[in-house]
């Protein structure tokens, strides 16, 4: 089998960067842009992949709004591990990003 990363990021990345990002989403969309440039570097010797989570736990004890979801549930962290699965066992998948996001990232403006 073929060496493979996956890369956690997070689906805020997934659309266009504004300047009220967070360091936290700036860095993550640095590593999203590492992910597709070492995805084509690395090709003959290593696959590099992306999970890019949308909102999958809120704080303990706490409902938080997690924005409009296309489907009914929130991603759940089994979701994200099966994403993660998937891609070390893809062996010809390689610059892609996953969202795992209850389709979030389909309702972006």
Same mark, same amino acid.
């Given at each position: ?38 995805? &084509?570097?690395?090709?003959?010797? /290593? ?6 989570? +949308?909102? !999958? *736990? @809120? ?21 994200? &591990?099966?994403?993660?699965?998937? /891609? ?6 390689? +610059?892609? !990003? *996953? @969202? ?10």
């Amino acid at each position: 089998s073929s060496c493979a990363v996956v890369n956690i990021l997070d689906a805020r990345t997934l659309g266009p960067a504004a300047e009220t990002d967070s360091a936290y989403v700036r860095t993550k969309r640095a590593l999203l842009a590492e992910t597709r440039t070492h995805a &084509a570097l690395f090709a003959q010797s /290593l696959r590099v992949n992306a999970v890019a989570p +949308g909102p !999958v *736990l @809120p704080p303990e004890g706490l409902h938080v709004p997690s924005g409009p979801m296309l489907l009914d549930r929130r991603p759940a962290p089994a979701d994200v &591990a099966s994403a993660v699965r998937f /891609l070390l066992e893809a062996e010809s998948v390689t +610059g892609v !990003v *996953l @969202p795992v996001d209850a389709g979030q990232h389909l309702l972006a403006d």
